[in-house]
């Protein structure tokens, strides 16, 4: 049973850090890409970043481009999401899917992704 469940989040001053988990089961999650999204109250859903299967390429949105950055620990089936000089608009819940083709290329709709965990909620202060 392929199941992502995120943890991280909390509340952080603006300008302040935190680390976003995505651990995994029941897949091997480097043989698939695994993105991040987030969805702030009222807004739509929006992709921040994404690890490729493979050759681990990243991808970010450009609002988080120099103070995001995705990784994964293959030994520990996780992926990572490292956030720095965090602003109130990167409030948001955040969630990390897998689209579960293997090999596979980081989609850019989150409508491509097939297994979604739960979310973590981040909230920055201002």
């Known amino acids: 049973q392929v199941q992502l469940v995120e943890s991280g989040g909390g509340l952080v001053q603006r300008g302040g850090s935190l680390r976003l988990s995505c651990a995994a089961s029941g897949f091997t999650l480097n043989y698939y890409a695994i993105g991040w999204f987030r969805q702030a109250p009222g807004k739509e859903r929006e992709g921040v970043s994404c690890?490729?299967?493979?050759?681990?390429?990243?991808y970010y949105v450009d609002s988080v481009k120099g103070r995001f950055t995705i990784s994964r620990d293959n030994a520990k089936n996780t992926v990572y999401l490292q956030k720095y000089s965090l602003k109130p608009d990167d409030t948001a819940v955040y969630y990390c899917?897998?689209?579960?083709?293997?090999?596979?290329?980081?989609?850019?709709?989150?409508?491509?992704?097939?297994?979604w965990g739960q979310g973590t909620q981040v909230a920055v202060a201002s």
């Open positions: 690890i490729r299967s493979k050759n681990g390429s990243t």
């Open positions: 899917p897998t689209h579960y083709r293997p090999g596979s290329r980081c989609p850019f709709f989150g409508y491509e992704y097939d297994y």
